[in-house]
């Protein structure tokens, strides 16, 4: 009774070694005498208890590692403080477990040498505006190294680049300057605007009166010119109806006596006056001449204007 126990014990402890569950996304390497044997993959596997051995487990999923700080010192000899965070993944198992005795440990090295001899081939201005270059010499420098490794490096991020205090405040002075004078140059830049506007329009403002004045000028004289033509033309009509009328039974005798009115008429007018001193005519026969010199004035007219 006691050996079946004793039996029914080895069997269970043997049972117990020989089956390894291995969870998704992990890969364990066996050895077989402290020879590589193989790796157990996701699932449920068995191997030879106390001959078989798991001696690392790897898990293949993506890990992200946290690179420690550290000094760079630029292209023109100033000190940043650097850190940065690298992705990797475990693709081969075997190598992983005997490409190095700390494959971990390696590519932190390796990714801050790497970004040492990266930022010493820059200027500090520059390492701020090629952090994805950066970024991707890293990569592509650990990447080649770590084949050997059974490790894939994903990508690298530089978390922050701090410069010292000094070369800070130096930036920072260098920003406030660059900010004032591109505020004085817009503010000068809206002053000249604003004195071309201010130009431009008075010299349309000038443009527009003296348009205006051309104008003016050109309907006031086109206004004396119809003017003058309607006077003209009523003139000439009136003219014309005189000469007509003259020309009728009993005009002369109607011209004589509207000449003789008006002679009359303009006596009148002088002597109304109190200032003019009047002098009549003595002899009434030199009223009549200048009636009949009057007379003989219409009657040349008189054919011209018929004509």
Not at 91 to 114: E, H, K
């Amino acid at each position: 009774m006691e050996i079946a126990l004793v039996l029914l014990v080895i069997a269970a402890l043997f049972i117990w070694r020989a089956i390894k569950i291995v969870p998704q996304q992990n890969a364990w390497v066996v050895e077989r005498l402290g020879k590589y044997h193989g790796a157990l993959t996701p699932g449920l596997s068995f191997i030879f208890p106390f001959l078989d051995k798991v001696a690392y487990k790897h898990s293949l999923k993506e890990i992200p590692l946290d690179v420690p700080s550290q000094v760079c010192i630029t292209r023109d000899n100033t000190q940043l403080q650097v850190d940065g965070i690298l992705y990797f993944q475990v693709t081969d198992p075997m190598r992983a477990s005997y490409g190095s005795s700390n494959y971990i440990v390696a590519i932190t090295q390796l990714a801050q040498t790497t970004l040492r001899s990266v930022i010493g081939k820059l200027e500090l201005d520059k390492t701020f505006e090629e952090r994805d270059m950066i970024n991707a010499q890293v990569v592509s420098a650990i990447d080649e190294a770590a084949l050997n490794w059974g490790v894939k490096v994903l990508r690298y991020e530089i978390k922050d680049l701090t410069p010292p205090a000094e070369i800070l405040r130096a930036m920072q002075a260098q920003i406030t300057a660059e900010r004032e004078k591109r505020a004085l140059i817009a503010a000068s830049e809206g002053r000249r605007q604003e004195q071309i506007n201010i130009a431009t329009g008075e010299r349309e403002a000038f443009i527009a009166r003296s348009e205006g004045e051309k104008q003016a000028a050109i309907n006031k004289a086109q206004g004396e010119a119809e003017s003058i033509r309607a006077v003209a033309l009523a003139t000439a009509e009136a003219i014309e109806k005189v000469a007509a009328a003259i020309r009728q039974p009993g005009g002369e005798q109607a011209v004589q006596l509207k000449v003789a009115e008006k002679a009359v008429e303009a006596y009148g007018q002088v002597a109304a006056d109190a200032t003019t001193t009047l002098i009549v005519p003595g002899n009434m026969s030199e009223v009549s001449a200048l009636i009949g010199s009057a007379m003989t004035l219409v009657r040349q007219a008189a054919p011209s204007i018929a004509k």
